[in-house]
């Protein structure tokens, strides 16, 4: 019979506990990582709505309580977010988030990114880097976006 020392045995015990919540279907870390993934899928929609005009789908993708605060101050509704995009008030020609983290916590995602945007607001071109802040919250087994603070940097 073959002699084990105890650091055998431990990294043997470690090696098996950490194996074996990988593979376990609800896995705290694989749900995170899903989580995560499902949250910046909305987040890439919400975005192409934005660039791309849609009322249906900007109307989907934000919580009926939506607070969208801009880096100006400005805080709007969900309604009055949808209405400027879709009304054209603010045109926007491209946006990019970059730099982008999440943390799931429980129902909520905190997200803070760049967001980097080329528009045009009141027949007047221009432009803006800033930092945003957003939450997310799963609504029946959807994210939605419950707030945003825009802030500058």
Do not use: C
């Not at 279907?25 to 910046?40: F, K, Q």
């Not at 990019?96 to 983290?101: I, V």
């Not at 432009?127 to 994210?143: C, D, E, P, T």
């Amino acid at each position: 019979m073959m002699g084990y020392t105890r650091r055998q045995f431990a990294v043997a015990g470690v090696l098996t506990l950490g194996t074996t919540s990988l593979l376990l279907p609800g896995s705290r870390s694989m749900a995170e990582s899903s989580d995560e993934a499902s949250v910046a899928e909305a987040g890439e929609a919400l975005r192409m709505a934005m660039v791309n005009p849609n009322r249906a789908r900007l109307d989907d993708l934000p919580a009926d309580q939506l607070s969208y605060g801009h880096s100006s101050g400005v805080i709007q509704t969900k309604a009055q977010f949808i209405d400027v995009i879709v009304s054209q008030e603010t045109i926007y020609k491209s946006i990019t988030l970059s730099e982008s983290t999440t943390m799931i916590v429980g129902d909520n995602a905190i997200v803070r990114h760049v967001f980097s945007t080329d528009f045009e607001s009141g027949g007047k071109p221009g432009s803006s880097r800033i930092g945003a802040l957003q939450v997310w919250q799963k609504q029946a087994n959807r994210w939605k976006l419950l707030a945003r603070q825009g802030f500058k940097i």
